[in-house]
Structures are given as C-alpha cells and as structure tokens.
C-alpha cells in the first residue's frame, strides 16, 4: 500500500489524462488502468466551446485528482494557477510542473523549488515534476513535497527510464514517495521503475497514444502490479552462471 | 472597459457574477481571477468589475 500525505493507494499507477482521441476513451482506460489518481489540467475559458464534465466521471470513478500546473513559465505563474486549481476543484493536491522549455518540455527546477516552497507554505500537497537529479529532489522534500516526480525521459518521448541511474540513487536517497513521471514508453518500463523500488509511476502518452488505450492501461496495470509484486518479493542479483540443475550422476553410470 | 483573458470587452456587468451569468459560465470546474488575484466563487457577487481590471476565467480540461 502506498501512501502519500496520508491518503492511501492500493495502485501505484498513476495516469495523465491529456491526448486520448476522447474524454470516454480517457474514462475507459482509466477504469481499465486501477488507477486511483489522474491528473487534469487548467486552460483558459472561451465562450462557445462547449462544456465537458470530466471531474464528475472521474469522482465516481473514486479517484483522487490531481490538477497541474501545465503551462506556467515561472514560479509565480505556477502559484497562481495552483489557487485557481484549488479554487476549480475544492481540492489542495497539485502536481507543479513548470516546463517553460518547449522543445524538451524539462523543468526549471530553480522555479519548482521556489514555487514548491511557497505552495508547501499555503498548505497545498505538492506533488513536483522535477529532473532525475538527486540533490534537487532531496531539496524538494526538504521543503516539503508530499513527493518527488522525477523524470524518466522528456514528456511524451516513450524513451523509457533514460535516467535509471539517478532515479536508483533518488529511490536510495528519499523518504518521501518517488513517482516516476514522464518518458515511460512500455509496461516494461513501468515495472522496471517499481523493480527499482519506485513508489509509483505516472503514465499518460503511452496509454493515450496507443492503437487501443484501454488495453494498453490494462497492460499497465499487470506490469505496475508484476513490478510491485517483484520488489517485495526480493530480485536476485546478477552474477555469474550458475546452474540451475544438477550436472552430474545422469548419464554416467553409477558407482 | 475591461479585460477578459486579454480581450477588451464594454463593461456591461457590474460584478463578476453578473457577468458569469451574461456569459454562461460552466457551474463547476471553473475558477476566476482578477488583476491576478484569485476570486472564490462565494465573493463573485460582492466583487464589482472597475475600468481596466483584467480578468482571467480558466476551466478544466483533460492533461497530464
């Protein structure tokens, strides 16, 4: 069981719920995945659009949103926009992210750290997207993130755990939970992550970009559990070959 | 005059409320501010609109 600024999760999969062709297939997979916290995002309003109800399917579903802060180039944005999210949704949980790159979309983390602290302060649960980079993401839980996101590989890039080191020594290092977020490709991936001891991973272009979101969440979700199963069962470690049956006394005769 | 996401409108309503109804506002998963100060629903109708405040209506929407 997880827990994380004492609520509990039973799965560690987390999901984005940005690019999926439609909001019923976002549902879908969602429900697909066990997943008991999907992220939403803030966008200005324009008259005529039309509305769409995500949080109410999303609430039946039991699970805890989380808003982000998407789109904010600088510590003071992204405070803002964390008071508008909890102005929105009723709720103090927000994932700060703060991407002002466009072409990497990598977090600013001299602004995540100035925004995390303030936010800690106005008594928000913190949840930074932030680099794989040890040192930050212990100052991160020193001013009092709920916990750190560290990322894997570029949003969106399905590249994987490219940062599996750093993310050993941030699992090593941290007492607050470690999210993997951003850059998981496969199911692979996220039961690589878990193996590792991650407390959780949060997947989202993955799953929406599949051919078929919905059994790509489902295929998640075996790997999230497959990977947290593997961790408390204990790995083994590699080493030299070792047989694995006995070698001898078959076929030579028996004295 | 005032400023609604950056766009110039007549000020026609007197408070923010007024104008969330002009406008049809969704009910929920909505959140204002203005002059970048964060409005809480509850004070919508006390809020009055002066000349050249700048409002910013934001909804939420589906994203990682």
Known sequence: MLTIAHQTFQSRLFLGSGKFSSVDTMLRAAEA?????VTLALKRWQQGLG?????????QLGVQILPNT???????EAVLAAELAREALGTSWIKLEIHPDARYLLPDPKATLEAAETLVQRGFIVLPYCSADPWHCLQ???????????LGAPIGSNQGLQTRAMLEIIIDQLQVPVIVDAGIGRPSDAALALELGADAVLVNTAIASSASPVSMAMAFRHACLAGEQAFAA????????????????????SS | MFYLNDAPLPLTASTVAELADQQAWPLQGIAVSVNQQVVPRRHWSELVIKPHDRLHVFHIVAGG
Request: hydrophobic letters at 40%.
């Open chain 1, 70 to 76: 998407a789109g904010a180039r600088t510590a003071h």
């Open chain 1, 140 to 150: 991160l839980q020193e001013v009092g993130c709920a916990a750190v996101m560290p």
């Open chain 1, 234 to 253: 204990g790995l083994g470690q590699p080493g030299p070959a070792l047989a694995t049956s006995p070698l001898w006394q078959f076929l030579e005769p």
């Open chain 1, 33 to 37: 995945s066990g997943c008991q916290m």
């Open chain 1, 51 to 59: 509305e769409c109800d995500l949080v109410t399917p999303l609430l």
